[in-house]
């Protein structure tokens, strides 16, 4: 069966370390999105891809990077990780723009 | 800016009883999505409303909306213990999948 999945499930890392979280798709989805979710804010998008070689900042990018070099992965990087990236990470994909997002088993991050 | 609200954020209810959630949006979307969240787990896709006046309904969950309003609602008919989870609408910024969340409402039913 076609899936999404992410890995790690769970990490612990180091302030000021780069860490990379990995997201993976057997549906063939153009659109792939990487979500943080905090307690008292629900989901927030953080960066967003429509294809290959595309990527789109979201609401809450800073301090994060993607990059888009097949159809199924959309690596999430964390470039000096910081304590207030504390938090559990979604990945989503969809078949079009405007279609059900269907979403990873999510990645907690702790940043100490 | 779009900003996403739900009420109630909690909500606790008796099997058996009825309720809605609501979810207001700040500035033009024809484009809704409802999940459902359990603890610790994925977000589960429930519904998608496409238009004005959309309704969809799946067991005991009807939502609909009305984009003149700005308003979709999750109605929960007859509940029982298995529908207890959070709930999230989320709206489509420039209808592009740029979606905007809710905060969700935690739902608990009790016997």
């Known amino acids: 069966d076609a899936e999404i999945t992410q890995s790690p499930r769970h990490k612990i890392t180091e302030t000021g370390r780069q860490v990379t979280l990995a997201c993976h798709q057997t549906?063939?989805?153009?659109?792939m999105f990487w979500y943080r979710q905090d307690l008292g804010h629900g989901l927030r998008l953080i960066h967003y891809s429509y294809g290959v070689q595309d990527t789109n900042k979201g609401e809450v990018s800073d301090g994060y990077s993607v990059s888009r070099s097949n159809t199924e992965d959309l690596p999430l990087t964390l470039e000096s990780a910081a304590s207030s990236q504390t938090s559990v990470y979604f990945c989503?994909?969809?078949?079009?723009?405007?279609?059900?997002?269907?979403f990873g088993p999510g990645t907690r991050l702790l940043v100490l | 800016e779009l900003k996403v609200e739900q009420n109630p954020l909690f909500l606790s209810m008796q099997e058996g009883k009825n309720y809605t959630i609501y979810c207001n949006y700040s500035t033009t979307s024809d484009r809704l999505y409802w999940y459902r969240q359990d603890p610790g787990k994925s977000l589960e896709s429930l519904f998608v409303?496409?238009?004005?006046?959309a309704v969809k309904q799946e067991g005991r969950l009807m939502a609909s909306l009305d984009t003149k309003a700005r308003l979709s609602t999750l109605h929960i008919t007859a509940a029982v213990h298995d529908l207890s989870a959070t709930y999230f609408c989320?709206?489509?910024?420039?209808?592009?999948?740029?979606?905007?969340f809710g905060k969700g409402t935690k739902l608990s039913v009790k016997p």
């Open positions: 989503a994909s969809s078949r079009g723009p405007q279609e059900t997002q269907y």
């Open positions: 989320a709206v489509d910024k420039g209808s592009q999948g740029n979606l905007i």
């Open positions: 549906w063939n989805h153009n659109n």
């Open positions: 409303l496409l238009s004005n006046g």
